[in-house]
């Protein structure tokens, strides 16, 4: 088997060319083992495979406490982080230096949605041309055309009220990430009785004919909870999945129904089943995809959860499996998990509360096998003392996983598996 030669200089050409391209330029290749290469470089506990970018140098100003929230974005060349509760929604070109500020880029929240509005978009998804944002503590969706003329051009930002959207009054706290189906963007309600879709190939985002309503309380055969759902809505290539928060059932949409108001075409999951124990208060948050595992990241819960899509149905407990938390980290800690994303093999979990990054290697043994969980301290990859809340969400652009500053003045990123592999 061809192997990996660190830090030589091959003599064949292909080779060097294969190990530029994996983005190693002092490093070259004989036709390298992919699996070598993804164990020995990419180990999320090597500090060298970690970077830091301070926040007051990428908004270019001050620190905004608690500035940023969980987000997945990548539009193929940016990655987008939206504020919580700042308002720069700001954009890192992956082409550049994570480190420079020169390579961040600045858009001012209040231009973008036409009022200043604090913690006004928590989540948002890329359709191939639009970055979508949700509305939070804001009564406005807002997009922004990726090929228009700048990012800081206001007139490349629509928006869209929130109360004309649901055909309601507005609801405060009314949602908090999105998905995308291919054509729909789905909008999960966090303090609202209402979920939402609209049409990316209907007239227009301020059309109201393009946005399709259906009430939380019929979708879950149930009264309406507050806070109920959390974490993006996340699409299988048949369903979207929706996590619940402060609810005992997980949702998922058969986007080849019959309709989005059609409330057969809802299926619901008795959250205490999948768990395999109690039902518990606000339990879990991200979601992510591997290709056949829905992944479940624990928000105030002791276990990750994970669905088998290939399984018997979705209301069946055997296609449901548990890794106690303490497990996977070697020590119980509750409210852990922010966010989530998968490079092609390892499925990451942003730091919440807890000291400790994690990733599970897909690859591995099975779920529940201690070693195929893998840790970095959270205080260790940001070289400085431990912050709580320190981090949310999570995106990967092809190379890199990226973790948003939350409670920190740091953004990070570390090596992951590039996509070329």
């Known amino acids: 088997m061809s192997t990996i030669n660190i830090n030589q200089s091959a003599q064949d050409e292909d080779a060097r060319e294969q190990a530029r391209l994996l983005?190693?330029?002092n490093a070259s290749a004989d036709i390298a083992d992919v699996r070598t290469y993804v164990d020995e470089y990419t180990k999320i506990s090597k500090v060298d495979n970690w970077e830091r970018m301070n926040m007051s140098t990428a908004q270019g100003g001050d620190l905004a406490d608690l500035g940023y929230a969980t987000s997945n974005i990548f539009d193929g060349r940016y990655i987008y982080f939206l504020p919580y509760s700042a308002d720069t929604i700001l954009r890192f070109d992956t082409t550049s230096q994570f480190t420079v500020a020169g390579s961040w880029e600045q858009m001012s929240l209040s231009t973008a949605i036409g009022s200043m509005v604090d913690a006004a978009t928590l989540g948002g998804v890329f359709d191939g041309r639009y970055v979508y944002l949700t509305a939070y503590w804001a009564d406005t969706f807002a997009r922004f055309d990726t090929r228009g003329t700048s990012f800081t051009?206001?007139?490349?930002?629509?928006?869209?009220?929130?109360?004309?959207?649901?055909?309601?009054?507005?609801?405060?706290?009314?949602?908090?990430?999105?998905?995308?189906?291919?054509?729909?963007?789905?909008?999960?309600?966090?303090?609202?009785?209402?979920?939402?879709?609209?049409?990316?190939?209907?007239?227009?985002?301020?059309?109201?004919?393009?946005?399709?309503?259906?009430?939380?309380?019929?979708?879950?055969?149930a009264n309406t909870i507050n806070a109920a759902y959390k974490g993006s809505p996340t699409f299988d290539g048949q369903y979207i999945y929706f996590t619940p928060y402060n609810s005992n059932t997980f949702l998922s949409f058969d986007t080849q129904g019959t309709s989005f108001t059609t409330a057969g075409d809802w299926s619901q999951m008795s959250l205490s089943t999948a768990l395999g124990a109690a039902d518990l208060d606000n339990p879990l948050g991200p979601t992510i995809f591997d290709g056949r595992y829905m992944y479940f990241g624990p928000y105030d819960s002791d276990t990750f959860v994970r669905y088998d899509t290939k399984g018997v149905s979705f209301t069946t407990a055997a296609s449901w499996e548990q890794m106690s938390m303490s497990t996977a980290l070697g020590a119980n800690v509750n409210a852990a998990f922010g966010g989530t994303s998968f490079d092609g093999r390892y499925v990451y979990y942003s730091v919440g509360t807890a000291d400790t990054f994690i990733r599970f290697d897909t690859q591995g043994t099975s779920f529940t096998t201690t070693s195929d969980w893998q840790k970095m301290s959270v205080s260790t990859a940001l070289g400085t003392a431990t912050v709580a809340n320190a981090f949310a969400g999570c995106s990967y652009d092809g190379k890199y996983i990226y973790f948003t500053a939350f409670s920190s003045d740091t953004f990070l990123r570390v090596l992951a598996t590039p996509s070329e592999l």
Request: charged share 15%.
């Open 23 to 25: 983005g190693f330029h």
């Open 153 to 221: 051009t206001a007139a490349d930002w629509e928006t869209m009220d929130m109360s004309t959207a649901q055909g309601a009054a507005v609801l405060d706290g009314g949602y908090f990430e999105a998905g995308f189906d291919g054509r729909y963007v789905y909008f999960m309600p966090f303090n609202s009785d209402t979920f939402l879709r609209f049409d990316t190939q209907g007239t227009s985002f301020a059309t109201v004919g393009d946005w399709q309503r259906m009430n939380m309380s019929t979708a879950q055969g």
